[in-house]
Antibody, heavy 113, light 107 residues
Framework: EVEMVESGGGLAQPGGSLRLSCTAS????????MNWVRQAPGKGLEWVAN????????YYVDSVRGRFTISRDNAQNSLYLQMNYLRAEDTAVYFC??????WGQGTLVTVSS | DIQMTQSPSSLSASVGDRVTITCRAS??????FGWYQQKPGKAPKRLIY???TLQSGVPSRFSGSGSGTEFTLTISSLQPEDFATYYC?????????FGQGTKVEIK
């Protein structure tokens, strides 16, 4: 069964950094573009970033551009999100989502002093 | 940015009812569009992609239609496990954008 598992969430201070990881199993990870999507507590879904299959094209929502970096390692079936200069409004559950429609279970990021 | 306007924001329905949710895009997105179901505390689940293609494993009571700027999700006969929040998503242009969500509640 296809599965994607996120990790790396937790508590960070404003201005701090976190690195999220998403590891996929049992499917052709390198064949699909990948996304990060977040959901603030009690709110709707917000797309954050996308990376193409070979990692050469990356796109971001305006609110994170210049602070977050998406990357992938196809040899490790892994997707990453480096989050710098974190703000309180970045507090959310972060999901990785494949272009195939598979989502991870999410990892909670809390930005607070 | 492409705006996705989803309606209604919530609805109450009974088991067996036919339910329709609509999403309107602020510009032509062809069929670069999908529908997602989310239950509390869980990850979203893709139901429909390419506007009208049923994701593998999703019950046939779910169907999607539309192209361009108007899209519809129909649940032909609502089941107890369908009470959830539904979101639309456009992936025609960056930034990808979701609708605001429709919460389907039990009447």
């Amino acid at each position: 069964e296809v599965e994607m598992v996120e990790s790396g969430g937790g508590l960070a201070q404003p201005g701090g950094s976190l690195r999220l990881s998403c590891t996929a199993s049992d499917f052709t990870f390198s064949s699909y573009s990948m996304n990060w999507v977040r959901q603030a507590p009690g709110k709707g879904l917000e797309w954050v970033a996308n990376i193409n299959q070979d990692g050469t094209e990356k796109y971001y929502v305006d609110s994170v551009r210049g602070r977050f970096t998406i990357s992938r390692d196809n040899a490790q079936n892994s997707l990453y999100l480096q989050m710098n200069y974190l703000r309180a409004e970045d507090t959310a559950v972060y999901f990785c989502a494949s272009g195939s429609g598979t989502w991870g279970q999410g990892t909670l990021v809390t930005v607070s002093s | 940015d492409i705006q996705m306007t989803q309606s209604p924001s919530s609805l109450s329905a009974s088991v067996g009812d036919r339910v329709t949710i609509t999403c309107r895009a602020s510009q032509d997105i062809r069929n670069d569009f999908g529908w997602y179901q989310q239950k509390p505390g869980k990850a979203p689940k893709r139901l429909i992609y390419a506007a009208s293609t049923l994701q593998s494993g999703v019950p046939s009571r779910f169907s999607g239609s539309g192209s361009g700027t108007e899209f519809t999700l129909t649940i032909s006969s609502l089941q107890p496990e369908d009470f959830a929040t539904y979101y639309c998503l456009q992936h025609n242009d960056y930034p990808y954008t979701f609708g605001q969500g429709t919460k389907v509640e039990i009447k």
